[in-house]
């Protein structure tokens, strides 16, 4: 129970690698805050879940890439639970084209969500995130790939692995601030659009066979949530089964 009465805040955690991290940190005595955007029903059953198991957990609907309610997220929390000890910033969005097919607008929402989002999170995080916290970003094994398609997804990792390295130099406070790069995991957001034949052929690229399983990933947050781990700190931790 190495997370026992830590306040854990996780964006987009009502579905898919987000929900698997909640329940293991809370499995691990973590109280959590399970954000989300649309998914209230998702969330809500993630949330149930934690509570039939005994653990302590609230769904708070925001969207990250609104400056003002990424500060009403933050504040209700510490008005529920009185701090906040770790920021887990799982929320983000997928939209594979070539570049050539993206609109202005394609480009806007995933930049929007997934870079602005961090930003506003680690924004708030500077004065807000208790002493001696953690920061976990989530980023991806794209950001090493030339996969067609990911022009943008990968862009946007990008951009928060360098908000990863630069921002824990500026937070002190005994904060350390790290990235996660998972490599291929079953997901919906994942799974969506992919035939069978290309998640075979992703598979055989890992040294085991097979792409990650979303307990694969939350195993690794687990270990960077806990002190454990505070002496790792603007790093990015690539969680791909030894794809790249």
Same mark, same amino acid.
């Given at each position: ?13 009502? %579905?898919?690698?987000? %929900? ?46 609104? %400056? ?47 870079? %602005? ?128």
């Amino acid at each position: 129970m190495k997370l026992q009465d830590k306040v854990i805040l996780i964006t987009g955690a009502s %579905r898919g690698i987000g %929900r698997e991290v909640a329940i293991l940190l809370s499995e691990n005595g973590a109280k959590v805050v399970v954000n989300y955007s649309s998914s209230e029903k998702e969330a809500n059953k993630t949330v149930a879940h934690i509570t039939k198991n005994g653990g302590s957990a609230i769904a708070v609907k925001a969207d990250v890439s609104q %400056r003002d309610q990424v500060t009403m997220l933050f504040d209700k929390t510490i008005a529920e639970f009185g701090k906040i000890d770790v920021l887990i910033n799982n929320a983000g969005i997928m939209d594979n084209k070539f570049l050539k097919d993206h609109t202005q607008d394609d480009f806007s929402k995933v930049f929007e969500i997934n870079v %602005r989002g961090v930003f506003n999170t680690l924004q708030e995080a500077h004065s807000k995130l208790a002493d001696n916290g953690i920061i976990i970003n989530f980023s991806s094994s794209t950001t090493k790939l030339m996969l067609p398609k990911y022009a943008l997804y990968s862009s946007t990792k990008a951009a928060i692995e360098q908000m990863t390295r630069v921002f824990s130099n500026e937070i002190g406070r005994g904060i350390s601030v790290n990235a996660i790069a998972p490599g291929p995991t079953a997901t919906e957001l994942f799974n969506k659009g992919k035939s069978q034949e290309t998640i075979d052929q992703l598979s055989s690229k890992s040294a085991f066979n097979r792409i990650a399983e979303p307990l694969d990933i939350a195993k690794v947050v687990l270990f960077l949530a806990n002190d454990d781990s505070k002496w790792i700190s603007g790093q990015v931790i690539y969680a791909n089964g030894a794809m790249i």
